[in-house]
């Protein structure tokens, strides 16, 4: 078993900060990927910024020099970091973890419940 536990979120003003974090725990060998997503209402969920092993971080063009993701590979948690949020940030944001369970030798993808992110004055 593998559970996700999503936190942050919330209401904020245009040019606010928000800080989102995901902890995977359960039975898992390793962590190929953390990284978030985003839906807003009547569009498709998009890649918001993605940390894997190896590799580096990897982001949208809409966030760049705005957002920062990072990981704790020892906990198993990544954490956004949003700055100079804008309106059309608002989304629900859904984290996701591709790893390897126990036992396992394919990875397997998860995701978070999703938090709401609200950016309005």
């Known amino acids: 078993q593998v559970q996700l536990m999503e936190s942050g979120g919330g209401l904020v003003q245009p040019g606010g900060s928000l800080r989102l974090s995901c902890a995977a725990s359960?039975?898992?060998?390793?962590?190929?990927?953390m990284g978030w997503y985003r839906q807003a209402p009547g569009k498709e969920r998009d890649l918001v910024a993605l940390?894997?092993?190896?590799?580096?971080?990897k982001y949208a063009d809409s966030v760049k020099g705005r957002f920062t993701i990072s990981r704790d590979n020892a906990k198993n948690t990544a954490v956004l970091q949003m700055n100079k949020l804008k309106p059309e940030d608002t989304a629900v944001y859904y984290c996701?973890?591709?790893?390897?369970?126990?036992?396992?030798?394919?990875?397997?993808?998860?995701w978070g419940q999703g938090t709401q992110v609200t950016v309005s004055s």
């Open positions: 940390i894997s092993s190896p590799g580096g971080p």
């Open positions: 359960g039975t898992i060998s390793s962590i190929n990927a």
């Open positions: 996701n973890v591709n790893l390897i369970r126990r036992y396992e030798w394919t990875s397997t993808e998860y």
